[in-house]
Structure formats: structure tokens, C-alpha cells
């Protein structure tokens, strides 16, 4: 594949946040991306600016919006085929949908282990699955998903959450070796806190003094959301052909030797 060649890409939670931020670096790169969400009204204004604007420069030639709520599993394999008629055999495929709870472990029952689970790791599974089938994708093709510091670090009230994180790189580590034959690269990248509204949401439970304690055990800061884009983007290239199997961690030096 040539590294200058513009790529198809689908971006599964991309209606805020890193998958946006990932979207909008990929289009102004030159690359096809179609965004898939759930909604793409219900955001916080600055993602509503960024599919604005968009829309307005890409149109829907390059920028598509789909509307599809992966948490029904039940759907993925029709809405995968409906992505192969409407834009084709893939180049790149992206899966930054996920859900977070912080939940102590006396009430961390099944009906809320299940539902992180499906969000965070079923479906991207099953998506994986579908997508790899051929005809879905291009040789060469690369899948990026979206995992969590969480199963890296202790962290009270993340059980659930780091249990469903940790599900998700062990398939990555184990479902690259057969998508290998395929020819098709699986990697999975686990960042720190990033500055997203799902973020926000947590921190905003804290006092100033506690999220300043925070970021100062970030020595180059909370990330930004283009910091993780830019590794996506290296991931989706020719230019990691050699990659395949693997999560890396992005935290801004928060775990001493990436431990």
C-alpha cells in the first residue's frame, strides 16, 4: 500500500471526542471517513462545531455520518454489510465507542458488569469479526481499538471498567495472530486521561485541589484528544505495517516505564 494513498476508514464512536478528533485529522489528511455514533445532535457544542464544519468542507463525499447504536449486537452484522454498500471495502477501521461507570465493587452486580462489557468489548468483537471477513477490507488493512489505562493501574471503583478494557486487549493480542493470515493488522492503544466530555464528567465530580493532584502525576499534563489521533493515524498507515498485536500506552509519562 502506498503511504501517500488516501484510505477508507470507519470510525465507531466518532461523533465526540478522540473518535472525532481522529475523523477531522484523517479528512484534512485527505482520507474517506465515515463516523459512526448513535446520535450526532445530542453533543457538547465544540463536537458540534467540529461536524459543522465537516460537513461543510468534506461533504458527504468524503466525511459520511452514520447513525447506529453498536451496543445492539444483534444489528452489527447487517449494519457491517450496510458499511460495505455504501462506502466500500475498507482501509482502516476504528473503534472508539465505550462507556465508563466508577462503581464500588458491593455494587458492582452483573446487569452493570454486562453493560460495560457490551460496550467496551462485545461489540468491538463482534465488529472485528465482521469486518474481517472478506471482501470488508483491503489488504493491508489496520484496525485500531480504543482501550483504557484502567486495567494498567489500580484504581478503586474501576473494577468493572478495567475488567472490560483488560477483556479487550487480550482479544487484540489474541485475534491479531489469526487477521495476520488475513492480512489485515489488529493493535489496540490505551491512553491516559484525556480532556473529552467523558472525562469531564468524573473530574467535575472533584475538587480543584483533587484534579490538580491528579495532573500533576501526568508530567507532561492531561492529553489532548489530537494527542491520541496522531498515534491512530500512525496506526492506520502503511508506515506501521510492521505493527500488529499490540496496546500501547499514551499517558504523558503518568506510569514510570509504561508499567
Not at 468542507?57 to 447504536?69: E, F, K, M, P, V
Not at 447487517?78 to 482502516?92: A, H, M, T
Request: proline share 5%; glycine share 10%; charged share 20%.
Amino acid at each position: 500500500m502506498n503511504p501517500n494513498q488516501p484510505l477508507n476508514v470507519l470510525i465507531v464512536g466518532g461523533s465526540d471526542g478522540i473518535g472525532l478528533e481522529t475523523g477531522a485529522l484523517l479528512c484534512e489528511r485527505g482520507h474517506c471517513v465515515t463516523l459512526v455514533a448513535r446520535d450526532f445532535e445530542h453533543k457538547p457544542e465544540r463536537a458540534l462545531r467540529i461536524i459543522a464544519r465537516l460537513n461543510q468542507t468534506y461533504g458527504d463525499a468524503q466525511c459520511r455520518l452514520i447513525r447506529q447504536d453498536v451496543s445492539r449486537l444483534e444489528e452489527l452484522e447487517s449494519f457491517s454489510k450496510g458499511v460495505k454498500e455504501r462506502v466500500g471495502p475498507l482501509d482502516g477501521f476504528v473503534y472508539c465507542a465505550g462507556a465508563q461507570k466508577t462503581l464500588p465493587l458491593a455494587m458492582t452486580k452483573p446487569a452493570a458488569v454486562q453493560e460495560l462489557f457490551t460496550l467496551n468489548t462485545f461489540a468491538a468483537m463482534e465488529l472485528v469479526r465482521c469486518f474481517s471477513k472478506v471482501g470488508f477490507v483491503r489488504a493491508g488493512a489496520s484496525f485500531v481499538l480504543l482501550s483504557s489505562l484502567a486495567p494498567h493501574e489500580s484504581s478503586p471503583g474501576k473494577s468493572a471498567y478495567a475488567a472490560s478494557k483488560a477483556a479487550l486487549e487480550g482479544f487484540v493480542a489474541s485475534a491479531s495472530t489469526e487477521l495476520m493470515q488475513k492480512n489485515i493488522r489488529l493493535n489496540a492503544i490505551a491512553p491516559g486521561i484525556v480532556k473529552t466530555s467523558m472525562s469531564e464528567g468524573f473530574l467535575s465530580k472533584m475538587t480543584v485541589d483533587q484534579v490538580r493532584a491528579l495532573e500533576d502525576t501526568y508530567p507532561l499534563g492531561f492529553g489532548e484528544p489530537e494527542d491520541v489521533a496522531w498515534m491512530i493515524e500512525f496506526l492506520l498507515s502503511p508506515r506501521s505495517r510492521w505493527v500488529s498485536g499490540k496496546t500501547f500506552l499514551i499517558d504523558g509519562g503518568h506510569l514510570p516505564g509504561g508499567k
